[in-house]
């Protein structure tokens, strides 16, 4: 099992100590880079969707600005990756943050510009999100590159494994800040204050990566070339490591189910998780503290519970990535791949908020297994002057995963789960409404409506809902995706060796 010797006798902190400057500064940089990004990834999907959601869009609206997005930043960096090789990586950085910049300012005015258009917020929305869009697909490539650049066989599983666990720290403050930042989705909902906070980080990480970040080698031939050149080289290299190609197309079944777990969940415990327990065990841990991350009514945030997810990883991905560092890169990505699933789908299929938060716990286990593998298998795959732009091909199973994801789940969840829809079809089917009838009440009447007609309260009403349509089906369906990719991994691995 064990893959090489030398990763058993060089100890933990020798190898850390190799790790060069620029590995550090990277680090740092991608920090805060997510902080920005995942404080507004956190709260978008209710700021798009939600009976008190200030856009008011559909789920498929949603699913498809989400799809859309997932497209730009995930292909972009199969190109954007090898202009950076070719053209530097500081270069890269300066239009990344300018672009993602703008992106937030705009999502921040978006019902300004618009007002009550329904029409111009949706496309307002897609605009924003394509420049963040662009904005993630131009930064990524140079800094995965000089994280793999600065390291070697030696360090690699423990060195992806801190950059993962830095990664995660913006990750892990960024939905608390944005959670206390939009204050009270009903009582004093200040949205905007998210979208601002974003472009003030991403401002300091500009300068944070002008003053501070260094250049690294590059090949002196590659500026000569032309960006018709660049693109097309950097096509036919993909094209032409077959090997990578299958393995990065196997691996998309399972972002497609991992990524809904940002994406969907938030919406789906909105709408059917009790999660007032939760609430109450952050009261009894934090205090007064904990006012900032539950409702008025005393649940907690939909967010809080999807920052499970981070908070697991800074605790145990370096730890985890030493100890796997010293088995087959493969081994660890299936083993962590299995344990995601079992985590996505438990999380999905409750409505208890206590079992939801244990699994997004047990599928957080998971992505720290597979996930920094994934990353130093492309990295160290890749030749010694094609770092980034292997690190950009990286990003194509979130391309097909995440993208072809969102277009999906968002029609499967008007379909099979979302509980305005499902509570409409009982009115008609169980208590003689008209579909006429039903259609004409505002999405904040419909359950007070079913409530009143059934004789029960809110809350039981929406009980009542879960047990009649079942809407957890949708986290089986994904995760049938996600279980056929594990199978056609370790197939295309064995494949591979014979």
Not at 112 to 132: E, K, N, P, T, Y
Not at 134 to 162: C, H, R, W, Y
Not at 291 to 305: N, Y
Request: aromatic share 14%; hydrophobic share 50%; charged share 15%.
């Amino acid at each position: 099992m064990v893959e090489e010797e030398t990763k058993k006798k060089i100890s933990a902190w020798a190898q850390v100590r190799a790790m060069g400057y620029n590995f550090w500064i990277s680090n740092a940089s991608e920090a805060m880079e997510r902080l920005a990004f995942f404080g507004v990834r956190a709260i978008l999907p209710l700021y798009m969707f939600s009976p008190k959601s200030v856009l008011q869009l559909s789920m498929t609206e949603k699913g498809i600005i989400f799809g859309v997005w997932a497209w730009i930043q995930c292909l972009l960096p199969m190109v954007t990756g090898g202009y950076s090789d070719a053209y530097g990586y500081r270069k890269s950085l300066v239009v990344a943050f300018t672009l993602n910049f703008l992106g937030y300012i705009l999502m921040a005015n978006i019902i300004g510009l618009a007002g009550d258009s329904h029409a111009l917020r949706f496309w307002i929305m897609m605009m924003a999100a394509m420049l963040v869009g662009m904005g993630t697909a131009v930064f990524k490539p140079p800094v995965q590159g000089a994280v793999a650049k600065a390291l070697d066989e030696s360090n690699s599983g423990l060195g992806f494994g801190i950059f993962y666990w830095v990664v995660n720290i913006g990750g892990f403050l960024a939905p608390m800040a944005a959670a206390w930042l939009r204050g009270d989705p009903v009582l004093n909902p200040t949205w905007s204050h998210v979208f601002y906070g974003a472009a003030i980080v991403t401002a300091l990480n500009l300068a944070f990566c002008l003053i501070l970040f260094r250049e690294p080698e590059r090949d002196p031939k590659a500026g000569e070339k032309s960006s018709a050149k660049v693109f097309i080289d950097t096509m036919k290299q993909l094209w032409h490591d077959q090997s990578m190609f299958r393995f990065l197309l196997v691996v998309s079944g399972f972002w497609f189910m991992f990524m809904q777990l940002w994406d969907l969940l938030p919406n789906f415990i909105d709408e059917w998780v009790d999660t007032t327990d939760v609430g109450a065990f952050l009261f009894s841990v934090l205090g007064e503290g904990a006012h900032g991350f539950v409702t008025a009514s005393g649940a907690a945030k939909p967010e809080i519970l999807i920052n499970i997810d981070s908070f697991t990883i800074i605790l145990f991905v370096i730890p985890l990535s030493w100890f796997f560092g010293r088995y087959k890169m493969m081994t660890s990505l299936v083993l962590g791949m299995i344990i995601g699933l079992i985590g996505f789908i438990g999380a999905g299929v409750t409505n208890v908020g206590l079992i939801a938060a244990f699994f997004i716990f047990v599928f957080a286990i998971g992505e720290i297994i597979c996930s920094p593998k994934f990353s130093e298998y492309v990295g160290m795959t890749a030749p010694p002057d094609k770092k980034a732009q292997y690190m950009g091909y990286s990003n194509m199973p979130f391309a097909f995963g995440w993208g072809i994801g969102n277009f999906v789940s968002g029609p499967l969840y008007d379909a099979f789960s979302s509980k305005a829809e499902l509570a409409k079809n009982y009115l008609v089917e169980h208590l003689n409404m008209t579909t006429a009838q039903v259609q004409a009440l505002s999405p904040s009447d419909i359950i007070p409506t079913l409530a009143k007609r059934a004789g029960v309260s809110e809350h039981q009403a929406v009980d009542l809902l879960w047990k009649e349509y079942h809407p957890w089906i949708i986290w089986c369906i994904l995760g049938l995706v996600g279980l056929v990719s594990i199978i056609g991994m370790i197939w295309n691995y064995k494949t591979s060796k014979k």
